[in-house]
């Protein structure tokens, strides 16, 4: 379109009004639509809202799945939980990538967790204990990092070792062996934890008003609790949990674009997969893409001319066009 066509169709659409004219209060057409608005807030909320489901809890956990909890206790001593082994922003490591590209990596240690001391250390060292726990915190405090580890993964292995074909845990079934204080302060954490004082002594790690509960959900997340319920209602990202609600409450259907593709077999892989592991970031790009593309709709030739060519405009505003007619050039 030349320069000269462009300033002929704008005047065409420039062009004064011509048809009659109406007294029209925006003022109250405003409060009526708020006012209805307001009604149909009110009631659609008191029939479709969420579900008041009560917070997880680690005493929920330790009562409903002891074996579970005092195995995942376990394994933040020897290191091998998913949080100890996570990467950036909370502990080195190379994190999610693609290709070359190390985007954890690259974001820095910016928010440090300590899996060992945060998740168990501290908290059984916040309250007083029972004496064996203590003389196992003791011992603990004294031997070399080295010698944890030893002791640590030892132990973990030795509990892995007792798990069924269903992966249920049988603790009585751990064979003997040179643990050192790891068993009693398992133990330690797990009475901790049934007692409620777990949760407590998480909470009160850090400001004094604390709204800050990563620690608390990276330890939930390492054990099978939190994501046994979250399987339970739907939450998981094959079922398209990121943009549901817990059950089957209406949810945010926006997130669909960013759901959809966790639905793909390539990025939900039950046995894993160097797609599935690194989805976040592969989708993060592919979503990067896409929106760019959008962004970039008026300048990609082709793209940008498809309402011309498929004029479904001309269908909305048929009586417009009847009546006042339409810029040809």
Request: cysteine-free; hydrophobic content about 45%.
């Amino acid at each position: 379109m030349t320069s000269a066509v462009r300033k002929e169709r704008n005047a065409f659409y420039a062009r004064t009004w011509g048809g009659k004219n109406r007294h029209y209060d925006i003022f109250k057409e405003g409060a009526i639509a708020l006012a209805v608005t307001a009604i149909l807030v009110v009631a659609l909320s008191a029939l479709f809202s969420s579900p008041d489901d009560p917070p997880l809890t680690f005493k929920g956990w330790a009562q409903s799945a002891p074996e579970n909890f005092y195995a995942t206790a376990v394994q933040q001593l020897a290191g091998t939980s998913g949080t100890a082994t996570y990467g950036p922003p909370y502990n080195e490591g190379d994190g999610i990538s693609v290709g070359p590209l190390t985007l954890q990596k690259w974001g820095g240690v910016t928010h440090p967790v300590d899996s060992v001391n945060d998740l168990v250390i501290t908290p059984l060292s916040s309250q007083v204990e029972p004496s064996n726990v203590t003389a196992a915190l003791r011992a603990w405090n004294a031997a070399a990092p080295d010698q944890q580890t030893t002791w640590a993964t030892a132990y973990d292995e030795a509990v892995q070792a007792t798990a069924d074909d269903n992966g249920d845990l049988h603790l009585d079934a751990v064979t003997k062996g040179d643990y050192g204080p790891v068993p009693d302060l398992a133990t330690g954490l797990l009475a901790m934890a049934n007692s409620g004082a777990y949760d407590n002594a998480m909470t009160a790690q850090g400001q004094f008003f604390q709204t800050d509960q990563t620690k608390q959900l990276l330890m939930m997340g390492d054990g099978s609790y939190m994501d046994g319920i979250a399987t339970e209602k739907n939450l998981q990202g094959n079922t398209w949990g990121m943009m549901n609600e817990a059950g089957s409450w209406p949810g945010q259907i926006w997130l669909a674009f960013w759901s959809v593709w966790y639905q793909l077999p390539m990025f939900n892989n039950a046995d894993g997969g160097t797609l599935t592991d690194n989805a976040d970031a592969i989708i993060f790009f592919i979503l990067m893409a896409l929106i760019l593309l959008f962004i970039l709709v008026p300048w990609i030739p082709g793209v940008r001319d498809l309402p011309r060519w498929i004029p479904l405009h001309r269908l909305v505003w048929k009586d417009y066009y009847k009546k006042y007619g339409r810029f040809t050039a």
